[in-house]
């Protein structure tokens, strides 16, 4: 049985199928009031799945859904209280900019006692978009159209906002300008929020927590800097940010140690991992260098790619390919020994052998 | 209160179209169906059996039931009774019998219509000429052309008096006698079916990528192997479809061979309604049962040969045009000698039934100017030499029942439209909703309503009965409302799904998002369905003829069909060709409204 907070958006056990498919298999989320919270994935990993079941767009197969401490989970979308903005914006092509972010308040009185002109104008002057209310949506570039979009979702004054890919169709620039402006106006407004991105770094960019989601289940919740540094799973490891990921047998547990290709390398003194299991670890580009640190390795360098603020540096670790970040001018050539500290290595997954 | 209304309004719909259906359609048929089944309520197979042992209407086929042990001898004979030398089309076959005659009509009408069809595809889209976008879009207007109307041309320009004869007579021909024969029942079918082909086989044609036959070449292939390779494979399934379809449309064919044919030429359907004019109704029970299944069938492996085709999202350019006129010299190519003969046919049979109908329509006796016709049709006369048929309620009524089918059938066609873009349950049950219309003849289902409806009948000690012009708009909009579908549904299922979420999550219930957000945005597939279905309900002849006998409101197709059918009148057809001057106008204004909107058009 739910228990039903005051949490802005709660999921409870939530599963979703389509016939046979399950697309999400037992969901738990708490948004917590005027919380910025993503939900990041690949392709058909049912975040988009999450955020309709929050909208009223799909309903759960089991659990419940509850918004502002209150159980909506047999609601149809219109009753939620809910302003979605869309991938494609999905404005009406029939109507003009004005009567766009009209539209929610057919239904819905203006908040704040104002009237419904007074609040169109309101919400066009806070996306930065007044005077363009004659114009027809197509007339508009596409960075306009999503701010529309938002004022549209945002006019009815919605209990919560959700988010589906609004940016994923714009330019890298753009796209990087406009979510800090949808960042200013979330905070600003002091809104519960939930986005839906695959751009793992967008997700760290823009949100108070970072939900990792893969085949319709939770990965990780956690701040950004805690997905980023701690991941949980190897699938998160992987998919935030780049990583290097290897396995390795677990050669001693006090203090921990594993071997790798034949080389026996210290864990950190806090690594729970007993004798005789296989572990999956992970390490950070960036936590590589070609200076010294605590453990050192003989590697090869095989590319070497510069990016402008740092470079990539692609070595082999015997028959392991390991990526090296760093800002360093002067990359070794060959046969080099780099470094890491044995805090930096992440025990990410493991499994036990006979 | 109001916004529970508009929650439930979507099911509402659904609940209402289908229980329309069911009252207007379902009941009225299956009622005819139990009549051929079951005699006294007990279940029987007798007029069945009756039926299909009967040598007029099986033919030779008659000892497969009479006879099982003979049955490969039997079919045999029945397909070597089939002669296609041409003495042999002069008269309906009897060893084929009434079945096998229509199914022979049929398949030659289909022949015909490949035959007349397939070149205009080659020309529309192989070459470019002035008009080549108006000649492709007027292969649309055949089909909500009335068939009686289209017989009133035909009898216009290939009676003794005709259009035909007199272009004859001036090279010294004829005259020809082309009425009462197979020939001109077969060309009046291709009227309406090769412009279904060219239509087809064009846009299978248009859609041929050019570097295909491109590929082809270089690597060896000359011209015509690759068009045999490449390009006829991929017209054949267009070719097979409209072949099908024209195939199902001649098999339930009724007002052309009714007009032109006589009792003579009689196919299934015209016999059927000489049964039931003879008041020979379990004999037309059990005809109009059969019918059905064999139309169902057709109908169901046409469906399922359509759904087989993928539809290939092609993005390739499409083969280029060669100008039709290019300098003097392409005069003497004789692709263009060949292309210019076709014109001259197509001249023949589609614009001069049409041309002399209007010529016909202000032509008098002596071959005067005259406007004394169309005053024959606004007269308010009480009776005259025609008899009862008065032309102006005949008028007012088909602009009224138009109206009232468009009142009905809008809504029932936009409801099963939504539903059938829900999900894959909805669009198959919408599938089967809509095609069922389509298989059964428009006589079993006025005959249906004249005995259920019309006459009464008997729902928890209440006698209902009801009123025969509503029986008339019902059966039109029965006919007419999968042609709203057709046009509606492929314009929701284009719009972005986002589009009603959006709606919705801004507070919109699903019907206010349907009225706010999906019906502005398909309004021209809405207008295309209203034009169809008022075309449809003007032109409708085949429930209506038994309607409006039982109910007395005639239709302007059934005074069409009382006043050709009067010979009383001598050879002027003036006040027929009037009349369906008359009707060419109101279907080709609804004509220029499908081309303009750009209606869907297919059943």
Known sequence: ?354 | MRERAERFAVPLGLVTTVSVLIVVFYYPVGNVFADAVSSDGRPTLAPILDVLTDPFYTGIAHHIFTDPLGVPAGIIQWFLAVELSPSGLDLPPTSIGLFGFTAYQAALSTVASVALGLPGAYLLSRYEFPGRHTIRSLTILPFVLPGIMVAVGFLAMFGRNGLFNDVLAVVGLGPVEALFTLEIVVVAHAFYNAPLVTRLVTTAWESVDRRQVETARSMGATPFRAFRDVVVPQLLPSLLTASLLTFVFTFMTFPIVLALGGLQLATVEVWLYARVQNLELTEAAALGTIETVISLGLTYLYLRYEARQVATGRAGPSLARRQLVDGVRSLRDPRRLAIAAYGVVVLVVFVGPLLSMVVESVTGPGGEFTFEYYRFLLAQQTSSAIGTTRPLPAIVNSLLFGVGTLVLALPMGIVVAVVANRDVTGSRGAEAVLSAPLAVSGIVVGLGLLQTLVFGTVLFDYRITVLGPSAIVFAHAVAAYPFVTRNVAPALGGLDPRLVDAARSLGASRFRSLLDVELPLVASGVVAGAAFAFAISVGEFDSTVLLAEGVDSYTMPVALERYIGNRSLGPSLGAATAMGTVLLGVTAGSFVVIDRVGGRWQP
Not at chain 1, 45 to 60: D, H, N, V, Y
Not at chain 1, 198 to 207: G, K, N, P, R, W
């Open chain 1, 1 to 354: 049985m739910a228990t039903v907070t005051d949490a802005g958006v709660e999921l409870d056990g939530v599963s979703v199928d389509f016939g046979d498919v399950s697309a999400l298999n037992d969901v738990s989320i708490t948004v917590e009031h005027g919380e910025f919270f993503t939900l990041v994935g690949p392709s058909g990993c049912g975040k988009t799945t999450t955020l309709r079941a929050i909208a009223g767009f799909e309903s759960p197969t089991e659990g419940t859904v509850a918004i502002d401490g209150e159980d909506v989970t047999g609601r149809p979308p219109e009753d939620r209280n809910v302003g979605v903005v869309f991938q494609n914006y999905a404005l009406f092509p029939h109507m003009n900019v004005r009567e766009n972010v009209a539209y929610g308040l057919r239904f819905r009185d203006p908040p704040g006692g104002v009237s419904r002109r007074e609040r169109v104008d309101e919400l066009l002057e806070l996306v930065d978009m007044a005077g363009l209310g004659e114009r027809d949506p197509t007339e508009l570039s596409g960075g306009q159209q999503q701010r529309i979009a938002l004022a549209r979702a945002l006019a009815p004054g919605p209990e919560v906002l959700l988010l589906d890919e609004p940016l994923s169709a714009l330019d890298v620039r753009l796209r990087e300008r406009l979510r800090v402006t949808l960042r200013e106006i979330q905070q600003s407004l002091d809104i519960t929020t939930v986005y839906v991105t695959h751009d793992q770094e967008e997700a760290l960019a823009i949100s108070d927590r970072v939900a990792v989601v893969a085949d319709g289940e939770i990965e990780q919740v956690g701040s950004p800097e805690q997905i980023y540094r701690s991941p949980a799973s190897r699938f998160v490891a992987e998919f935030v940010g780049d990583n290097n990921v290897f396995e390795a047998a677990v050669d001693g547990s006090d203090p921990p140690r594993v071997s790798i290709d034949d080389q026996t390398v210290p864990l950190a003194a806090a690594s729970k991992v007993t004798p005789g299991e296989r572990v999956t670890l992970s390490i950070r580009p960036e936590d590589i260098s070609f200076d010294e640190r605590d453990v050192a390795i003989t590697a090869t360098v095989e590319q070497v790619e510069f990016l402008g603020d740092a470079y990539r540096v692609h070595c082999e670790w015997g028959e392991m390919p390991i990526l090296v970040k760093t800002t360093h001018d002067e990359i070794p050539r060959e046969t080099t020994t780099i470094w890491f500290d044995a805090p930096d290595v992440h025990v990410v997954g493991r499994s036990v052998t006979e």
